[in-house]
């Protein structure tokens, strides 16, 4: 749910929206022996949020309030999602792409969990039903793991906002027997050995592909590079590129959609190295386009089919990065590319601000996660973190 903060009119709080601040009013009262919550958010004004808070009262005095005007502060599960959804979309906290991903983890506990109250849901019960996940679906634990972050976040969430006097199942065993985790880490030097071996194996565009990988771009961003997302500029005499990351290709949205929140939105600059792979890469572009009778538009994205001129398919990367593994020996993700240019800015020094905002990460816990990148900044990050990964290219 988004934040909000207390005012100083008492019972109301304030909270911002991508349409601006809105007002939330939110009072407990005792009716008959029993404690009632009485809440009401997208208010637009303090006045208005007064003007409501005295009828309830008034009516509340009177014994007019009809029981549906009143908010029982124990919600079901089902109740409380579709309540924390709705702030978390009002405040471009997700987009369709989070929201189609949390409906379909949500839809998987809904079933035993979803029309229980919040407070009636216990640690045995939800053992037992991740228990069931592993003995009857035989889920991998990454998958129940992303199952449980939501529950969690939904429970957490629930208790920030004092609808929940605490969370009760934060000690279950989410551990699969003989489950190992996927490495996710790799050393510098092991890097090394896969980037030269890419650049040796793989096509110029697969291996432009990579190469922007590891500055921190995901998967789907460089899929969803266009003509005129890439920007060739000067500094001190070296020709560098700042990349617009504004749009993700995915499985579910294949002919791109905007990153995964508007905080995600950002730049990237790459080294001289990363620029001349970008210019080849936009010549080979036109090329596929005019031997097809056709141009590169602006608005075109730059990695496509050099038979059909289409955008390039989800798995290109993935399959060009197993090729790396075989011949390398050296076992490597694109997500994996995230990780090591993360800890190699951590290495150099970069400013966790900085760093935030040149990956698209929206809190301090995500890379230790931030603001939006300027370009001085986004230059600096570059900088610093290619003194590392490609020192023999700089």
Sequence with gaps: MVKTV??????????????????????????????????????????????????????????????????????????????????KLAASLWNKNTLETNDDRFNKVVEPFGAKKLSEITRIDYQKWVNNQYTEHDYSQATVEGYHRLFMSVLNDAVAE??????????????????????????????YTFIDTAENVLPKDTYTMVYLGSYGARRGEIYGIKLNAIHFFERD???????????????????????????????IIVDSYGTKLLRAQIKYAKKIKKNLKSILHQNDFIF?????????H?????????????????KI??????????????????????????????????????????????????EQTSSILHPARI
Excluded: C
């Design 6 to 87: 207390k005012t100083k009119h008492r019972n109301i709080y304030k909270y911002e929206t991508k349409k601006g601040s809105k007002y939330q009013l939110r009072f407990n009262v005792t009716i008959n022996g029993k404690k009632e919550e009485f809440s009401k958010g997208a208010l637009n004004s303090i006045a208005e949020a007064k003007s409501l808070y005295n009828e309830w009262i008034y009516k509340i005095d009177n014994d007019l309030l009809e029981e549906s005007q009143s908010i029982i502060k124990e919600y079901t599960l089902i109740e409380y999602y579709e309540k924390m959804k709705e702030f």
């Design 304 to 312: 496509i089919d050099s038979e059909s001129g289409n955008p390039v």
């Design 333 to 382: 993700s694109p997500h994996m590319l995230r990780h090591l240019f993360a800890s190699a800015s951590d290495i150099v020094g970069v400013d966790g601000d900085s760093l935030r905002a040149f990956m698209g990460h929206e809190d301090e816990a995500m890379t230790k996660h931030y603001t939006h990148a300027t370009k001085e900044s986004a230059i600096k990050v570059m």
């Design 237 to 267: 005499g070296v020709e560098i590129a700042q990349v617009d990351l504004f749009t993700s290709r995915t499985r579910k949205y294949k002919e791109g959609s905007k990153t995964k929140t508007e905080k995600g939105e950002r730049i």
């Design 162 to 191: 004092d609808y929940l006097d605490k969370n009760r199942l934060l000690k279950v065993n989410l551990k699969k027997q003989g489950y190992k985790p996927k490495k996710k880490i790799v050393n510098i030097e092991e890097y």
């Design 314 to 330: 989800l798995q290109k990367m993935n399959e060009a990065m197993d090729i790396v593994t075989k011949k390398s020996g050296v």
